[in-house]
């Protein structure tokens, strides 16, 4: 069935370092594929996303690429802030034409000064 | 202008009550969905509503959890004798329509612990 598998945190960076958060998927099809992101006290809201393979969302630094391939859509950015520690979610949209999200377990975020 | 809103923002209930949980969505969304976040399951779907119609409740846990939607906005969802595995945030989102292509805004979610 639709899944999403996340590396497993927290990740702790010290600023300005390099991030990445894998994130694969199984699913029927060719679904859209998104980075939702929680800061703390504040609600889910989406960072970025991509339709179709290939395609690269990007928004605030943040990047990740559609890989039709590998089924993969890992979130990177080059230099993270304190202001970037939250948590990730990867999700896409469920086999069902409902819309309906599925998510990966989240990823937790902490940037030091 | 005004997002998702949810109320309350925390419950707090004892084991064997219900509980309502109320969803405002964005104006004009005909689309809503509520979802459930726990302590090592992650974020998952518990129910989509098209207007006043759930055609997808495939994710509520069991027959203790009801959902409705009236005028095409307001949504309670209502947990029966609550359990402590009940225990979690619940979110909604509303999205302009259903689908593939449609961004969903979450509100808050309303924290619920059952003693």
């Known amino acids: 069935g639709d899944s999403v598998t996340q590396m497993e945190g927290p990740v702790t960076l010290s600023e300005e370092a390099f991030l990445t958060i894998n994130c694969t998927y199984t699913a029927t099809g060719y679904p859209s594929l998104f980075w939702y992101v929680q800061y703390p006290g504040e609600g889910l809201q989406l960072l970025l996303k991509a339709t179709k393979a290939d395609d690269k969302g990007s928004n605030k630094g943040f990047e990740a690429t559609y890989r039709k391939e590998t089924t993969s859509f890992h979130l990177e950015k080059g230099s993270v802030q304190v202001s970037d520690s939250a948590v990730y979610f990867c999700a896409f949209h469920g086999s069902s034409n409902t819309g309906k999200l599925i998510f990966g377990q989240g990823t937790t975020l902490q940037v030091k000064p | 202008g005004a997002g998702v809103s949810q109320s309350p923002s925390n419950k707090v209930t004892e084991k064997g009550k219900d509980v309502e949980l109320r969803c405002d969505p964005i104006s004009g969304h005909t689309a809503l969905y509520w979802y459930r976040q726990s302590l090592g399951q992650g974020l998952e779907f518990l129910i989509y509503f098209q207007g006043n119609s759930a055609p997808d409740k495939s994710g509520l846990p069991s027959d203790r959890f009801s959902a409705e939607r009236t005028g095409g906005s307001v949504s309670t969802l209502t947990i029966q004798r609550t359990q402590q595995e009940d225990s979690a945030v619940y979110l909604c989102?509303?999205?302009?329509?259903?689908?593939?292509?449609?961004?969903?805004?979450f509100g808050p979610g309303t924290r619920l612990t059952v003693l």
């Open positions: 989102a509303s999205s302009p329509l259903a689908g593939s292509y449609n961004e969903q805004f």
